[in-house]
Structure formats: structure tokens, C-alpha cells
């Protein structure tokens, strides 16, 4: 499975992005899928997971300002990204497994490149 991540950017604070991931791999819905990110200096931290049955789960500090979703048709997923704070700015990652996983980023087999988000204030 090779997974492409894109839609990074520089935008000023309250502003929005949309980051997409690409998967290869012929049972693309099945997959869990996930989004994870990494500030300088930081560890990797969960963003959001969603599972081949549709439940999605966001990290708090992202609720109710990021959307998660999927497209099975495109084997692509979407992040959207509103209400961006500089606390943002990371390069993120999307992950996937075709086993059940959650919020740690070892449950994952497959790696996008990262894509940098960049939050002005």
C-alpha cells in the first residue's frame, strides 16, 4: 500500500486548508485510516482515525474544527482543516492499516511522505 499525502501550506490564523491522502491497494475501504502530525521538536500525535464502518475519532484540541472523511470510490481521504490556530503547524501524516488500529501511531503499517501545514498568526 503506498499512501500520497497533499494540501499542505502556509494560511494566516482562522483560515482553512484540505489535506488529501491517496491510497493504492484494491480494499481501500476496509482500511483504517488516520491522520497523525509532528510540530518541530515534538513527538507524533494523533489527529484523527476512521474506520471502514464510517466512525470517525479527533484528538480534542481538534474538534469541531477538523473534518475527516473518505472516499472509497477514489481510495482518497480528506482532512479538512478550519479555525486553524498556530498550534497547528505541523507536517502531517496519513497512516493506514487493513487491521482494526486506533490512536497510536504504531498500529500502522503505511506511511504517507507527510505534508507541512504551516499556521501564521
Known amino acids: 500500500v503506498q499512501l500520497q499525502a497533499s494540501g499542505g501550506g502556509l494560511v494566516q490564523a482562522g483560515g482553512s486548508l484540505r489535506l488529501s491522502c491517496t491510497a493504492s491497494g484494491r480494499t481501500f475501504s476496509t482500511y483504517t485510516l488516520a491522520w497523525f502530525r509532528q510540530a518541530p521538536g515534538k513527538e507524533r500525535e494523533f489527529v484523527a482515525v476512521?474506520?471502514?464502518?464510517?466512525?470517525?475519532v479527533y484528538r480534542d484540541s481538534v474538534k469541531g474544527r477538523f473534518t475527516f472523511s473518505r472516499d472509497n470510490v477514489k481510495s482518497t481521504v480528506y482532512l479538512q482543516m478550519n479555525s486553524l490556530k498556530p498550534e497547528d503547524t505541523a507536517v502531517y501524516y496519513c497512516?493506514?492499516?487493513?487491521?482494526?488500529?486506533?490512536?497510536?501511531?504504531?498500529?500502522?503499517?503505511?506511511w504517507g511522505q507527510g505534508t507541512l501545514v504551516t499556521v501564521s498568526s
Open positions: 476512521t474506520w471502514s464502518n464510517g466512525n470517525t
Open positions: 497512516a493506514a492499516t487493513q487491521k482494526w488500529s486506533g490512536i497510536r501511531s504504531a498500529g500502522y503499517d503505511y
